[in-house]
């Protein structure tokens, strides 16, 4: 995958400032909040697509969203397998 590089160099710079100003528990915490936000962007866009979707197939979409080039397809089918069968053993639990 390409990585997008529309900053300029002088924004880019201060950003780089900015971040390095942190502390490295600060840069952590960032990070973190970039993926919840990024994960939540990702639900959502599946949930308004498919608004009633259950816990286990937004699971499943999510995986297939982020990981759905890097698997082959009986890789693929065996991950959702396994999802679909740690619903259906929480289910009879």
């Not at 160099?9 to 490295?24: A, G």
């Not at 960032?30 to 699971?59: C, H, W, Y």
């Amino acid at each position: 995958m390409k990585a997008m590089n529309d900053t300029n160099p002088e924004m880019r710079k201060k950003q780089l400032e900015i971040i390095f100003q942190m502390t490295p528990r600060q840069r952590f915490e960032q990070g973190l909040q970039m993926i919840d936000f990024v994960r939540n962007t990702v639900e959502n866009s599946i949930k308004k697509k498919i608004p009633d979707i259950s816990a286990t197939q937004l699971k499943i979409e999510i995986f297939k969203r982020y990981y759905g080039k890097d698997f082959s397809e009986s890789e693929k089918t065996r991950i959702i397998q396994h999802f679909l069968a740690l619903e259906n053993q929480m289910l009879s639990s």
